[in-house]
């Protein structure tokens, strides 16, 4: 089954969380693993990224995310990726590495015509 990551803003939406499990529910509907972006753990150790208790830095989550990203199919775009740094980084790495990247809504209009 073909999994996809989801990629947004985040930092700049206080909704993010709601953002981002209504889009993984809408991917799963249509038949989709979905990897969604808050539910990946920072590292364990503050030391590695220097947070400040369960304050990681945001380079610290992107590497994170990035390293799981890389293992899925796809990447799936909500509307708002391209106002978000590390979503227009997440996708600029998948296309170097050439993952798919799409909307989320042309991914579902994939699944249903086949």
């Not at 947004?8 to 038949?31: C, H, M, W, Y």
Request: some cysteine; aromatic content about 8%.
């Amino acid at each position: 089954m073909t999994e996809l990551y989801i990629t947004g803003a985040i930092a700049s939406d206080p909704n993010f969380v709601e953002k981002f499990a209504a889009a993984a529910r809408e991917l799963q509907t249509a038949g989709y693993l979905t990897l969604n972006p808050v539910d990946i753990q920072p590292c364990l150790s503050n030391s590695v990224c220097g947070g400040k208790g369960a304050l990681h830095t945001w380079e610290c989550y992107m590497k994170h995310d990035v390293a799981e990203m890389v293992h899925c199919d796809g990447v799936a775009q909500l509307d708002d990726w391209v106002q978000s740094p590390g979503a227009r980084a997440e996708c600029a790495i998948a296309a170097l590495l050439t993952i798919p990247v799409l909307p989320i809504q042309v991914w579902i209009e994939r699944k249903y015509e086949t």
